[in-house]
């Protein structure tokens, strides 16, 4: 709190901490001690400046994300009034509440449902194996980086890399046509006289799809928590007697933990609750939840099921989310000396 | 006297520059040899060829009569405190100190025993579960020291070990350093750019500059006897005169350097016998001393120390001149 | 022993090659093939033909119209939104600042689908749907996260004791910021407004949903495209979409590749 920088932002201009203090006592003016109510107050007033400032990314999340979510939700419980009934009008299949808090209805149906069960599985495998495979490939390119360096392991990072710059769209295209039936594998197996797999439209081609996609993030989330590991911390470890695989597993790989983490986390949020992957690349069925749910409000016009698909896969995104939000509290606990 | 740790014709190339040229020391065991020299004069360069960071072009590294020169740093039975303390901040004190003897598979109990030794070796018992984030520097200081001395190495590597130490405790990490390293008989390298520090320390001195060796010899005669101009002038204050220097006088001798500590330049009352007329030029109080410019021999400037009460700016002095040592192409001359 | 390594990470190398380029350069290349026949690995001749069958489409320049529109206007909203936030965040010590950072990544945790479904709920309710102001809702919430995180982190990085420097010199507040803090923290500023203009540009299934069919961008015109045209069209439809974003991201590759994207992601 030593320096007193002002964004110069609209919604600060309103209070102004130059202006005199509104302590009565005159006592600060006279001599050079501070007066604490005075010092009490301008961090009251940074505060609420500070408060201001960063409201309305919140306000706009929770205006079209928090909200939206809590209606959707009482809708998913047979809340069909309010805000909700334009959609309880043209929906179908609907269950309606029976209590006051509503019905569970059709989070019954939906997860009785056996295809329902079965696209569940097919998510959750997805995003394990898609992440597994994102995270070991991330790691080999950021350690190789680290420890070897070079021209090589530059380029090997950069082609990693490469994904963040085609829209998703392109990408599943691209991987779709690439694994297809008359795609590249196919045909290069087809010139040496063998019968190629077919990844296109499978679950297969989800997970590659899903793979080449996350891959730059995570990339980049890992090398740079490698990369920011001392060397002089990895000489001690050698020093000490450790050997590079030792160094990597003792030293290298728990003082990057954090951003590991943040890789994973972020890399299995994203896939699980994707759309346009699986839409592109899978089969018609099964699929995973994200095409469900797509499915289920425009072509069977069923938001309830819907609704409660999304909380499904919700609850598994918020209990991943945990995991990244724990591993930055931890941080910022050890580093706080 | 058997040689802890020698290094033979050390010459290491970095990016097409030759940063250590044909680097030749023994190091006696149980010695303290200090590397002493300016920045970028290639004495960390060579600390880090001994531990194995780096590998010379050509030369042998030789600890306790074993060529250790092709072995990576983890095999080498040398041991290094880091600048910054190369601490890892996810281990507790004790287990930054247990992981070398971890790697070794010593069984837990001696584990165990030889860290609790080594913490109470350095004082530092009562933070062995302490992170090394929450300790204070001189503790991390003692924590970088402890996992070194704790694989009993056969040469211990210190590189600038007290630049991150506040003045004062400087001074009392020193001693402690070296009492430590004296108690354990301990063969060491150290690596510093503070005079001082080296002086304190070493048992003897090797003065580095441009990748070469200028002289290695105790302290004392480190100070009282340089070999080469470089030596005298990065080692205490002195005052250089071009031309043949003498108690009488001053002849031009192109190539020459003469070279007189301000310890060997006494002032004395005006037209003392033997000395020289001169003028007082600027008076800077040290305290327990005073820094006195004098003007002599037409333009020669001279500083000498004064210890009683100094003469006053503009007082017309005499100068005795003792000891002069004179250089020619940086090296000492008769 | 180190020959296998090498020859190991060669192959590792070639492969990961293979399976990043290979699906762009295949699907890259049928946009000039005449006619591509399996199982060959080579087209039958070479044509621009699909090139003019997709300029001539006036559909894509409008799509082309509404893609650029929507991504400049998320860009500029979304900054003077967030980039206060940025800042408040990096500097300002307030009560509930960690749990604010937190719920800003809830966006990233529910599924984006069901969130759509959601919204739609509530649009349908405000009568959003179909409109130019619901379209841009759904965009702006897709670059949130960037547009504090990224930010505020490159503030963050900006030494205290630069801005008290200024401030010793004599400037005043807002000059500290103006000349001191920002410019240092433009560059990641800039990777900011680069990768939500990209979130915006790619953004498919909201548009979809809010918008069409009014207003078709680039990638919604592309989901019926793959549906009802030959693959040599999308091929060049996926080029016309990639070459933007592409370019965009190559300006900034610098700040990417050195770390300024993961310093973000990591709540301090």
Redesign the interface.
């Known amino acids: 709190m030593s320096s007193d920088p002002d964004a110069g932002a609209p919604v600060a201009g309103a209070v102004d901490d130059d202006a005199p203090a509104a302590a009565p006592t005159s006592a600060a003016a006279t001599g050079t001690l501070t007066n604490p109510r005075r010092v009490r107050h301008r961090a009251r007033v940074r505060s609420l400046r500070g408060l201001l400032m960063a409201s309305p990314p919140l306000l706009l999340i929770a205006a079209f994300t928090g909200f939206p979510i809590v209606l959707a939700i009482a809708y998913s419980l047979g809340h069909t009034g309010g805000l909700n009934s334009t959609t309880a009008l043209i929906a179908q299949h609907q269950h309606v509440k029976t209590e006051w808090w509503g019905t569970l209805g059709a989070y019954r149906e939906v997860l009785t449902n056996e295809r329902f069960q079965r696209d569940l599985r097919v998510t959750l495998l997805v995003t394990v194996v898609s992440t597994t495979v994102v995270l070991a490939l991330a790691l080999i390119i950021a350690l190789y980086l680290r420890l070897a360096g070079g021209w090589a392991a530059k380029a090997l990072t950069v082609v990693s890399v490469v994904p963040m710059f085609i829209p998703v769209v392109i990408a599943s295209w691209a991987v779709l046509m690439f694994y297809a039936p008359d795609g590249f594998l196919r045909s290069l197996f087809a010139q040496v006289g063998l019968e190629g797999p077919t990844f296109g439209y499978t679950v297969t081609a989800i997970i590659i799809a899903q793979v080449w996609c996350s891959l730059p993030f995570a990339v980049l989330m890992c090398a740079s928590g490698v990369q920011a590991v001392p060397d002089a911390l990895i000489d001690a470890a050698r020093d000490s007697g450790a050997g590079l695989v030792r160094t990597t597993f003792s030293v290298i790989l728990p003082m990057a933990f954090v951003p590991i983490v943040i890789a994973a986390t972020f890399t299995a949020i994203g896939i699980i609750g994707s759309f346009t992957v699986p839409y592109f690349t899978g089969p018609t069925a099964p699929t995973m939840l994200g095409v469900d749910m797509a499915n289920y409000f425009t072509a069977y016009n069923r938001p309830q099921q819907s609704i409660v698909m999304a909380v499904v896969v919700f609850v598994a995104a918020s209990l991943i989310a945990v995991t990244y939000v724990w591993a930055n509290f931890r941080s910022s606990k050890e580093s706080g000396a | 006297m058997t040689t802890g740790l020698q290094l033979e014709g050390l010459h290491k190339e970095l990016g097409g520059r030759t940063i250590v040229e044909n680097l030749s020391l023994d190091v006696a065991t149980g010695e303290l040899v200090c590397l002493l020299g300016p920045s970028g004069c290639g004495k960390t360069t060579t600390l880090r060829m001994i531990a194995g960071f780096l590998e010379p072009e050509s030369g042998r590294v030789v600890v306790a009569g074993h060529d250790v020169t092709s072995l990576p740093p983890e095999k080498r039975p040398s041991a290094m405190v880091f600048q910054n303390y190369a601490l890892w901040p996810h281990m507790t004190v004790t287990k930054n100190v247990a992981f070398p003897l971890r790697l070794a598979k010593r069984p837990r109990a001696e584990i165990a025993e030889r860290v609790a030794k080594v913490l109470e070796l350095v004082n530092l018992t009562h933070h062995k579960d302490s992170r090394p984030g929450r300790i204070s520097g001189g503790e991390q200081q003692r924590t970088a020291l402890a996992r070194a001395l704790v694989q009993e190495p056969a040469v211990l590597l210190l590189d600038e070990p007290l630049s991150n130490l506040d003045a004062k405790l400087r001074v009392r990490v020193r001693e402690d350093i070296r009492e430590i390293q004296q108690r354990l008989g301990i063969t060491t390298v150290m690596v510093t750019h503070d005079q001082d520090e080296a002086m304190a320390m070493a048992d003897r001195i090797a003065v580095m500059n441009d990748g070469r060796i200028e002289q290695v010899s105790s302290p004392q005669e480190l100070y009282s006897d340089p070999q080469t101009e470089f030596v005298a002038t990065f080692v205490g204050s002195l005052n250089k005169v071009e031309g043949r220097l003498e108690p009488h006088g001053l002849t031009p001798e192109a190539g020459l350097t003469s070279a007189i500590r301000p310890e060997a330049v006494a002032v004395v009352p005006a037209s003392s016998d033997g000395a020289l007329d001169a003028e007082v030029v600027r008076v800077t109080p040290h305290g327990h001393f005073a820094e006195v410019k004098v003007k002599t021999l037409g333009e020669v400037e001279l500083v000498s120390f004064v210890t009683g009460p100094p003469p006053a700016e503009g007082d017309q002095v005499g100068v005795r001149l003792g000891e002069v040592w004179r250089f020619r192409d940086g090296k000492r001359v008769r | 022993m180190r020959t296998l390594v090498k020859v190991l ?1 060669s192959l ?2 070639f492969l ?2 293979v ?6 350069v ?2 890259a290349s ?1 946009a000039f093939a005449a006619e ?1 026949r ?4 080579w087209p039958t001749g070479f044509t621009l033909r699909w090139w003019r069958v997709v300029v001539d489409d006036p559909m894509v320049v409008v799509a082309l119209q509404n893609s650029a529109t929507f991504a400049s206007l998320t860009v500029l909203i979304s900054a003077a ?5 940025a ?3 990096s ?7 960690r749990f ?1 950072l ?14 759509f ?6 649009f ?2 405000l009568q959003l749907m179909q409109t130019v102001l619901g379209v841009l ?1 759904v965009h ?2 897709g670059t ?1 996260v960037f ?2 995180w990224i930010p505020a982190a490159a503030f963050s990085a900006v030494p ?1 004791s630069l ?2 420097a200024a ?1 010793d010199a004599g400037a ?3 000059r ?3 000349s001191v ?1 920002l410019p240092m923290a433009l560059p990641a500023i800039l990777v900011a407004a680069i990768m939500s203009f ?1 979130a915006s ?2 953004e ?2 909201g548009t979809y ?1 809010v918008g069409a069919p009014d207003y078709m961008t680039m ?1 919604t015109q ?2 019926s495209l ?1 549906l009802n045209y030959p ?1 040599q069209v ?1 091929a060049v439809f ?1 080029i016309l ?2 070459v933007p ?2 370019g965009l ?2 300006l900034v590759r610098k700040q ?2 050195g ?1 300024q ?3 973000g ?4």
């Not at chain 3, 500097?91 to 600042?97: E, I, K």
């Open positions: 990470i590792f190398m990961l090659a399976f990043i380029v290979g699906p762009l295949w699907l049928r591509w399996y199982p060959d690995l939104i967030c980039l206060p936030a800042y408040a965040f500097r300002y010590q307030f009560p509930g600042r604010m937190v719920a800003l990544f809830a966006v990233n945790a529910f599924p984006k689908m069901g969130l479904v959601a919204l739609a709920s509530l349908y309710a809702i702006v919430l949130v547009m504090t205290r801005e008290e401030r005043g507040p807002f500290v910021f103006w803090t990209i540009w790619d498919a299934q949903l990638p592309m989901y793959v693959s999308s996926s979409l990639s974003s592409a991201l190559l990417i590749m770390g994207l993961a310093e992601f990591q709540i301090k």
